[in-house]
DNA sequence: AGCCAGGCAGAGA
DNA sequence: TCTCTGCATGGC
């Protein structure tokens, strides 16, 4: 059983993992992680800045890998700046200091999103789960495009995803058919990436900056949910109605490059800490 | 027991 | 472009 150690600085294990941005993990008893990353499933633990990575199952995995999922090369410091500039995301700042944005697998994130619409997390964990243990080899296995349509579209209108099935499923048929198109989301210019994003069923504004956001890594994208509309709206615009366009052209001008990652503590703070006062 | 959930698609104005 | 409605399901 592999098992390596990999210095971490500004990075929260716990934040990262629990801010919904997968939900495919396991807590363990003991305040572990225990997850798939790039095919293998890890044992992750972290003491203080340093984080112990044990390969449970699979081919172990590079630190190098470790580093670019948990994008712990990326220096924290000019976003740190930016949330210590504003008054209103001092909590968050302090509670989840080091809370990163994951770079997961593309498909899982355009996945996941899609399942999330007009959803919640508790239940898009039971969905993810269940078809983890109906497709994958194991439970934390979720199934790539061709190995979900092998099982035809019945077996995934019976994971409990409702309206979203026929939406998941004409998508997965569209990224295994077109996958070059699917990686030019990496590369296109952020409103083009987000028109082509919108082009897959079930794809609306938000979930397009989900994808982009979590899937091709672009922080820049900034997905408007319930709970940010919110947040913000309580934030920064004084209790007043603000449309998603406009929340999101706001915090665009206000937080350019660093505007998802911005988003993400946001988010983790108004589900966890709460939305009083 | 009804409201809500990391919204989207389609219709109509 | 904008607003409005129906939508599957289950947690609370």
Known sequence: ???????????????????AQIFGYRREPDGSFLLSVRGSVLR?????ERLCVQTVQGPAVSPETIRNYFDLDTPMEPL???LEEEPP?????????????????PWHATAAFIISANNNVKRIRGI???????????ELDFPDTARLISEGPEALDRMGLGYR????????NAILCGPVEFRELYTLPLDEARRKAM???GVGPKVADCILLYGFHR?????????????MRRLFFRNRPASAARILAFASKRWGPWAGYVQQYIFHAARTIGSGT
Not at 1 to 19: K, P, Q, V, Y
């Open 1 to 19: 059983m592999g098992m390596a150690f990999i210095e971490a600085r500004d990075f929260n294990l716990e934040a990262t993992i629990e801010s």
């Open 44 to 48: 992750l633990h972290q003491n203080s």
């Open 80 to 82: 740190f700046r930016i």
């Open 89 to 105: 995301l001092l909590d968050a700042l302090t509670a989840f200091r080091g809370l990163r944005i994951i770079r997961q697998n």
């Open 128 to 138: 993810w789960d269940r078809m983890c243990r109906f497709y994958g080899r194991h």
């Open 165 to 172: 099935a026929k939406y998941l499923w004409a998508t997965a």
């Open 199 to 201: 082009a897959y069923a």
């Open 219 to 231: 922080p820049e994208a900034f997905p408007v949910d319930v709970w940010i509309a919110r947040a």
